[in-house]
């Protein structure tokens, strides 16, 4: 369902043109995540419940503050805690909400192949229209950061939406304005570059030499990034990548490889096309049939196991 | 708090011990942030955790739980050594230089008059020496032997940096940054805020760490500065309102005091809290306590407080004893009360010792519950496996359960941490049959008046008389009661100076507790909230948020107690001649004729500084004292003791003295003592506390919040966890010599193992927000293992250190 007020700039697997007329004038926008100022308290992850409307299960406690366990279909941000003993023998708790980046240039975009499931928006949100998700999960594969998660419930793919029904309105995302210590904010990306060029130099002034911007150029930067006091070790914030790319299958799929796999599913259904001027029907007899079904049964059981 | 919210962005340096702001008010962190991001402040956490607060902190200094007194008597000896302390602050607006008599005396960490037997001391000895004049006899050179300033050089030279790492197992050098960084704010143009919680009053001594660390913002002069003070974090929404009002025991509004059994004597009762002016030219505020009497007198009985009954002075009941929740639940416990109302309370889950509180609720003949959900102590007689394993054909208490109203289905005030009084207006209409709180007391009483009225009673005139003027009698509003707490005239009130001129007409709002009068013309049900709803209406609902001075004095926003005064003892911001210390945070000055500024003045408004008053106008010296004369139970400086169930063998202060391994003056009923455990048997050391996540026990009926933190878990360090052979996940069972709890092991290095006396300690942390009712996983009472003994002087239980034994499951 497209939005009126924004304009769709780029579509999954759809070659029509993109509207280019309303240009993203006033900037894009950013969410800009301080790990330095967040307390870790969990309200943007209530605060993203209840906006959306969705609540996960009330699961276990698995020996950590992180609840619930995992992002999912039904929490679409998430509270990392990570324990860090630096060099000099002091212990940080380090603690990263997690949740969608908002590339620049999405992987899951590139990957999906059902038309329109993914979008990206002129102010730089990417958004999953799940009425056209085909559940396939290549989006999941598609993501550097492991963001989307399909539901056992519907086999759709889900994740942060940046909130973009309300940004569209002129709001900030539920989770923005949820924070009680600021370490969310919310603007325009170029101010969300400035702000967090003063946060970092407060920063080193605490002692944090290596702090800075994560904004990584692999994706061509992203729409929501973070503040770190080690900008040098991403991978101390629950793993962060600290590289990311889009994955060399998606990219190769998408890339170099497109015009070979069409030229080879075009020749594919010219060689169908003789087959079928030349020799005619394939009929199915009944030892087709009974191996068909042998194969089938094999994949059920473990399933039926699970 | 004696500033409020909005100021510790004011802060240069932030200390946060005894609480964890970031955890248990996050909202309110919001202004440590501020005061990081646009003043540069430094955060400092001292916790026996690594805590969220701590997690965004520029230092955290581990302490063992309960030593709080010998890391903050360090600093004083810090401060004191390194002459690290705002001299004219001190010599000014302290008692520093007032001598002490001369038979007061400390030795062996216990001071003169101590009855061993009786647990208590005769404290007359623990006083000012007083001159021929009257008054207390001073030294300004600070050379008297008994001055205090020497006294308590003397008293806290034994706090060393050594002593420190021995007791606190905090390393020497990370004690020193933090006492450097502490130093810093002597300046008069720095200044040092400390946000403190539960975490020092739910000790044995916890009065006493409070105190400790007010004394010390006094020797650095940070106590009525902005960005300064000592800020208590309420807990509850409101419970600052409950103080207020006076719902302790032994308190009336206002922080007046109910009169003891021995005080049957009315001017008696008045003299001994009219406080007499100890220093010349003292205002000593409480000189005006009969006027605050009265008008709440008349307030609670109307017409029928009169000059003749001593303004319903026998309508008060007269205590023998302190009826703090502890000595109730003893009483319950023997089978001395029949019935208890619980009202917005859950006391098996909140207060120590589970088991005896399960008997002792079983021993009631009824139990009336007002709240707006199940609680645990509704369902104490319900068997919920190990959780609750009661028998319920044992119980034979009748239980009430009548439904309340939650704070967003009423009209009303809540008074934050900062003493504003905020009014709130009903969100949403409740749920099924639910009633106010106002309207379920209110149809009490008017039921037993009218069973008084038909039936007679012992002495039914308390009841018969009291002033109920309410529109409608059985649901009193929550303006009406704001107004009559708040008060008005009851005749045409005329200025005393010009009797011909009426400054205040029969019936009208009174607009302060200045106009408040002791012949029983004003009406004021709590002093201190006088004016809250003046003449010009309801000052509490106002929400201008304009801060025309940008340090965050908006006294346009709601009202502020006491006066909209937003920064207590603010005078104490100013030098002796009323010049800002600081200009760059100018409170109020001095402009040649009156004080005035950014706050309300805490003075007399017109009073010329030359004169001498202090700046501490409710004490009767008009100083900030670091002696507190008979005013705590355990002696007059701060002095550490052992928490009753400790890990050590004897106090390290005090090796040779057995009395003083704990607080000397601590009441413990006979069975609580024999309850407590030994270190051969629970070796390791707990401490209970709040998560953000939950807000204790009704949370856990929310699904959002059982979503987020679902099931109960301890925290224990890596080292422990290694020995028992426990990783993260798994569950271990946590026992106390009164009971035990499994519950799943979050293994962390935030909780360190410290060495102390040369042993290693162990902490174990153990979260409350568990329960057997509810949508998360169901749980065991915390309050299953914790100690039933209170602080010697507020008797709040010692919830933050005990020991347990930990094991794997």
């Known amino acids: ?306 | 708090m004696t500033n409020h919210w909005v100021d510790i962005k004011n802060a240069d340096i932030v200390l946060i011990m005894g609480g964890n702001a970031a955890e248990a008010h996050p909202c309110g962190f919001k202004w440590v942030t501020e005061a990081k991001a646009h003043n540069k402040a430094r955060l400092i956490v001292v916790d026996p955790r690594f805590t969220r607060s701590a997690s965004v902190a520029d230092v955290y200094c581990p302490i063992r739980t309960g030593t709080d007194i010998v890391f903050l008597g360090g600093v004083m000896n810090h401060l004191l050594t390194e002459d690290k302390i705002q001299h004219e602050y001190v010599k000014n607006y302290t008692d520093m230089t007032f001598i002490v008599r001369e038979d007061f005396a400390f030795a062996d960490g216990i001071y003169s008059g101590y009855d061993a037997d009786k647990h208590s001391y005769d404290k007359s000895s623990w006083d000012y020496e007083i001159g021929a004049d009257g008054y207390v006899k001073v030294d300004p050179e600070l050379k008297h032997p008994r001055c205090v300033y020497q006294l308590m050089r003397k008293h806290y030279a034994r706090y060393t940096p050594e002593m420190v790492e021995r007791v606190c197992g905090t390393p020497k050098e990370k004690f020193l940054q933090v006492a450097e960084m502490i130093g810093s704010t002597s300046t008069p143009n720095r200044a040092m805020t400390v946000m403190y919680a539960l975490g020092w009053t739910q000790h044995s001594i916890g009065s006493q760490m409070i105190r400790a660390g007010a004394m010390m913002q006094l020797l650095l002069g940070n106590i009525g500065v902005a960005g300064g003070g000592m800020n208590a974090l309420r807990g509850h929404s409101n419970i600052q309102g409950l103080t207020d009002l006076g719902l302790m025991s032994n308190l009336l509004p206002g922080y007046l005091t109910l009169p003891n059994e021995k005080e049957q004597d009315y001017d008696k009762y008045i003299a001994a809290r009219a406080y007499k002016p100890l220093r010349p030219n003292q205002l000593s505020y409480w000189q005006n306590y009969n006027k605050f009497y009265v008008s709440l007198m008349k307030a609670w009985w109307g017409d029928a407080a009169t000059p003749e009954n001593r303004w319903g002075y026998d309508y008060l009941p007269k205590l023998d004893k302190g009826y703090d929740m502890l000595q109730t639940f003893e009483l319950m416990s023997q089978g001395k009360i029949n019935g208890y109302i619980c009202q917005g309370f859950n006391p098996l889950a909140s207060s120590p010792n589970k088991a005896k509180m399960n008997g002792a609720l079983a021993k009631l003949k009824f139990l009336v519950i007002m709240d707006p959900l199940v609680t645990e102590t509704s369902e104490f007689w319900r068997n919920f496996g190990e959780h609750n394993d009661v028998d319920p054909a044992k119980i034979a208490t009748e239980v009430f359960r009548l439904p309340t109203t939650c704070f967003a289905e009423e009209d009303g005030a809540l008074v934050n941490s900062g003493r504003w009084l905020q009014w709130h207006w009903k969100g949403a209409e409740p749920p099924g049959e639910a009633r106010s709180d106002l309207q379920i007391m209110g149809e009490l009483f008017t039921r037993l008046r009218a069973l008084y009225k038909s039936d007679g009673g012992a002495y039914p005139d308390p009841i018969m008389k009291l002033y109920w003027p309410y529109v409608m009698p059985n649901s009193p509003s929550a303006d009406e009661l704001a107004k009559e707490y708040s008060g008005r005239a009851l005749k045409d009130l005329t200025d005393p100076k010009n009797p011909s001129q009426v400054t205040r007409k029969a019936g009208e709002q009174l607009a302060g507790f200045a106009e408040l009068r002791d012949d029983g013309s004003t009406l004021s049900g709590c002093w201190i909230y006088c004016g809250a709803w003046g003449p010009s209406g309801n000052l509490m609902a106002r929400r201008d948020n304009s801060d025309p001075t940008g340090i965050g004095q908006t006294l346009n926003w709601a009202f502020a107690w006491p006066a909209n005064r937003r920064v207590m003892y603010n005078r104490a911001s100013c030098d002796p001649s009323g010049k800002p210390f600081n200009p760059a945070r100018k409170l109020i000055a001095w402009n040649g004729t009156t004080w005035g500024g950014a706050d309300v003045p805490d003075y007399k408004v017109d009073e010329d500084p030359s004169l001498g008053m202090g700046p501490f106008i409710m004490n009767a010296d008009g100083v900030g004292r670091f002696f507190a004369r008979g005013g705590m139970a355990e002696g007059p400086f701060p002095e550490h003791y052992e928490p009753f169930e400790t890990p050590l063998a004897t106090n390290p202060l005090s090796p040779g003295k057995a009395e003083a391994l704990n607080n000397p003056a601590a009441r413990v009923f006979k069975d609580d003592r024999a309850a407590f455990g030994k270190v051969a048997d629970f070796p390791h050391v707990a401490t209970t506390y709040r998560l953000t996540e939950h807000f204790h026990f009704w949370t856990l009926h929310s699904r959002l919040n059982a979503i987020m933190q679902p099931q109960q878990f301890v925290e224990i360090g890596e080292v422990l966890a290694k020995e028992l052979g426990i990783a993260g996940g798994e569950q271990v069972k946590v026992s106390s010599n009164r009971g035990y709890l499994k519950a799943v092991a979050v293994v962390t290095k935030r909780l360190r193992t410290l060495t102390v006396d040369g042993k290693p300690v162990h902490t174990v942390g153990i979260p409350i927000h568990a329960g057997f009712t509810g949508l998360t996983k169901p749980g065991y009472l915390t309050n299953t293992l914790t100690p039933v003994v209170g602080d010697a002087n507020s008797q709040t239980p010692e919830f933050k250190s005990f020991l347990v034994k930990v094991e794997k499951v």
Not at chain 1, 267 to 276: I, Q, S, V, Y
């Open chain 1, 1 to 306: 369902m497209p939005l009126q007020s924004l304009d769709i700039i780029r579509r999954s697997a759809t070659t029509t043109p993109s509207p280019e007329v309303r240009g993203s004038y006033s900037g894009t926008v950013a969410k800009l995540i301080d790990t330095t100022k967040c307390i870790g308290c969990k309200a943007c992850q209530v605060a993203c419940m209840e906006w959306n409307d969705l609540r996960d299960d009330v699961g276990i406690n698995f020996g950590s503050y992180q609840n619930p366990a995992d992002l999912s279909d039904r929490s679409w941000t998430l509270m990392r805690f990570s324990e860090y003993e630096n060099p000099k023998g002091d212990l940080e708790w380090l603690i990263r909400k997690d949740g969608c980046m908002h590339c620049a240039d999405p992987g899951c975009l590139k990957a999906c192949p059902s038309p329109g499931a993914i979008v990206q928006y002129s102010n730089g949100i990417v958004d999953f229209q799940e009425e056209n998700c085909i559940g396939c999960g290549y989006c999941v594969t598609g993501c550097p950061f492991n963001i989307p998660r399909i539901s056992k419930r519907d086999k759709k793919a889900y994740k942060c939406t940046l909130c973009s029904d309300r940004v569209a309105v002129g709001m900030e995302p539920a989770c923005i304005k949820a924070c009680p210590t600021g370490a969310l904010v919310f603007g325009t990306k170029e101010d969300m570059k400035e702000h967090a060029a003063e946060r970092i130099e407060d920063l080193k002034s605490r002692g944090f030499d290596k702090a800075g911007l994560y904004d990584p150029p692999g994706v061509g930067g992203t729409h929501v990034m973070y503040v770190l006091h080690h900008a040098d070790q991403p991978g101390l914030y629950a793993g962060l990548v600290a590289e990311p790319r889009i994955s060399p299958l998606v990219r190769l799929w998408k890339g170099r490889a497109k015009p070979v796999s069409l030229a080879i599913m075009a020749l594919t259904a010219l060689a169908g096309f003789f087959h079928f001027v030349r020799v005619g029907r394939n009929e199915v007899d009944e030892r087709d049939e009974a191996a068909a079904r042998a194969s089938m049964d094999a994949n059920r059981k473990p399933e039926a196991r699970a």
